[in-house]
Each structure stands twice: as C-alpha cells, then as structure tokens.
C-alpha cells in the first residue's frame, strides 16, 4: 500500500479511538465518576496513540509536517461530526459544512505548489 495511503487510513482509525476517547464517556459512562471515565479514556488513547505514531512517522516520508498537521484536522473533523450526530445524538447543522469547507481551503493552501 502506497504511504499516503496508508497514512490517512491510519489516521482515520486512529482518530475514531481520539474522538470516543475524548467525548465517548460523556454517553456511555455519565454515571460512572469522573476518574473512572479518566483510566478508561487513558486506555482507548493509548490504542488511538499506538497507531497514530506510526501512521505519522510514515507520512512523514511523503508529507511535510504541516501537511500531516492539516490532514489530521481535515480528518478529525470528518470523524467527529457523523460521531456527533450518530452517537451523541447532537443534531445535524448547516455550519458542520461550512466548517468543512474552511478545512478545505485550508488544505488547498497546505497543499499548493
């Protein structure tokens, strides 16, 4: 598989443990006390780190750093949103595609020659 390929397949992946890790616990553990929710999320970012390394050390031999950098935020916001919607059940706005479509001229400005 070619490197940037595997890179954003990485990180995709690695960014669906970010996001439960970071926000997951605010629905499946709302019961349970805070430093319990804490160890767990500490456990699923340990997952979500063991593949974004390496995912970043290989796209670091086709990226530069600010291009790796835009990608994660491009990506992490593609997670996040059907996240949000589908999990959290947070409602479907008009200003998710507008986010977006900041992201995308921000890509466009990383990845220009």
């Known amino acids: 598989m070619k490197p940037y390929?595997?890179?954003i397949a990485m990180?995709?992946?690695s960014n669906c443990f970010m996001t439960y890790a970071w926000y997951g616990h605010l629905r499946s553990m709302n019961d349970k006390?805070?430093?319990?929710?804490?160890l767990v999320s500490w456990g699923?970012?340990?997952c979500e780190y063991?593949?974004?390394?390496?995912?970043?050390?290989?796209?670091?031999t086709v990226f530069t750093l600010p291009q790796l950098k835009i990608i994660q935020e491009v990506i992490t916001l593609s997670v996040f949103i059907p996240f949000s919607i589908f999990?959290?059940?947070q409602p479907l706005k008009l200003d998710y595609l507008w986010a977006m479509l900041c992201m995308l001229g921000a890509v466009?400005?990383?990845f220009r020659s």
């Open 44 to 46: 699923v970012a340990l």
């Open 5 to 7: 390929v595997l890179t």
């Open 50 to 60: 063991m593949i974004m390394v390496p995912a970043n050390r290989i796209g670091y």
């Open 87 to 89: 999990f959290m059940h």
């Open 33 to 38: 006390a805070w430093w319990l929710a804490a």
């Open 108 to 110: 466009y400005f990383m």
């Open 11 to 13: 990180l995709v992946c």
